[in-house]
């Protein structure tokens, strides 16, 4: 199908390459389907690039300031390994903000990477998580502490 049109409304901009890289990343930013690690990269590839401050990032991508400080610190709390795992896992199968959150609180760090690896619901994590915090190093339930279905649960 054609428009039958000889011209069309246009604006020619002649940009540098650190502006076009940057306008890239500001439409990579505003898309729904990111991943918090993408995400949190492109925060950090864009402040680097423009200087700017995460107050200006979060008015020009439409977001908190809050949003873009709590996603970027998620890239800060991850180890080394712990940011490989997440490269090597497909970008559907990365867990969400809160699935990640959950993991940052986990001590045990097989059951970290594991939950990074999107081995479990946001709840399961949750359940493992504190689970894992009432078992403590010895590898059994503290005094006082009694076993649900769900989770441990310590008696009050």
């Keep these: 199908m054609r428009a039958k049109l000889d011209r069309i409304p ?50 020009r991508i439409g977001k908190s300031k809050s949003y873009v400080s709590r996603i970027m610190s998620l890239l800060e709390k991850l180890n080394r390994k712990e940011q490989e795992e997440e490269a090597k896992v497909a970008p559907a199968q990365l867990p969400g903000k809160n699935l990640i959150l959950e993991a940052l609180r986990a001590d045990d760090q097989k059951l970290r990477l594991q939950i990074l690896r999107g081995q479990y619901t946001r709840d399961q994590a949750r359940s493992l998580v504190k689970r894992t915090k009432l078992v403590g190093v010895e590898g059994r339930l503290p005094s006082g502490a009694i076993e649900t279905s769900n989770c441990t649960q310590a008696r009050v």
Excluded: W
């Design 10 to 59: 246009a604006i020619l901009r002649d940009i540098t390459d650190t502006d076009k890289a940057i306008h890239q990343l500001v439409e990579n930013l505003q898309r729904e389907n990111m991943n918090p690690v993408e995400e949190a990269k492109a925060f950090h590839r864009y402040l680097a690039a423009t200087k700017s401050s995460q107050s200006e990032l979060a008015k």
